[in-house]
DNA sequence: CATATTGTCAACAAAATTGGTTGAGAATAG
DNA sequence: CTATTCTCAACCAATTTTGTTGACAATATG
């Protein structure tokens, strides 16, 4: 989908490119990319020079949409979605769980932040993780 | 947890009383509750009179370390845990990956509201859902 | 129209995870 | 020594995830 958002307006991108892009096998994502393309996210074209591209400026989708559609909901746990809600299995009352209502305010944090981030955003970039260096207790031990 | 984090201070609490009361097999709960004793967060004693307690007082146990204890990390994919970091496979340079500091951000949300949180607090419990009602359309569409 | 290109889709399958069971112990109290 | 209660490894079944296969449909070009 970044991928798509980045070439937003500049034709169709062939599966094969993405799939290169994404390290991930080509005959795969055509499952994925048909998936997206049904659930209207994206468009395509078949036959020479076709490919994808996103069906929605990249402007008008935020990554809570995106996560809403294609898992869902935004909440880790069935009883916890504010939209789909659904009972969870083998628990106990709702209006007495305790771990719904931590879990309710985890997916609304959760959602604030994801429906504020719209895929045309500039996403400020984490340097990768410092691996298996030749000593790593370098103080940062800043919790899981 | 909850459970017996209530019943901290008054003896063993049986196998069979939490199964009862979190409505689950008694015989899959002792795998449960056996993995939470090697973990170190339940004490345990065999025999007449035996059962289950807390070995760290409630006080002193936040969600976010319970969860840490139990699935290794507050992160939604392994790259965005900051103490049990992995990369993920498949991915693209972990420096470039949006989705990376979108999830980075997520986990961070997640750490401050469950670090935050004590088994011994208690905790605002939420309604249940109202489900299949009459009509449903009540105006609340608060999202997913 | 023929052909090469490129997406579509249903069906299958391997691997991992989840949710659970079985049954033979080992500790403890009375 | 017996009843009670937790321990633990080894299974097992269902589901989800992560793919693969192969036949087919649409499109552009010559």
Redesign the interface.
Known sequence: M?HLADRYGHGPVQLAEIAG????PAKFLTVILSELTRYGLVDSRRGRDGGYWLAIAPIDIS??DLI?IMR????LVP?A?????E?CK?????????????M???RD???Q???G?RLSDR???????E?EGPVNDTGN????
């Open positions: 970044q892009a994404q390290n991930i990554y809570g809403r869902g909901s935004l909440a009883c979605s504010r939209f789909a809600h009972k083998n628990c106990v009352e709702e209006g007495d769980c305790r771990t719904r209502a931590l309710l305010d985890v944090r959760t959602a932040l994801l429906d981030v996403i400020e970039l984490v340097p990768a993780f691996a031990d800043t919790g899981t």
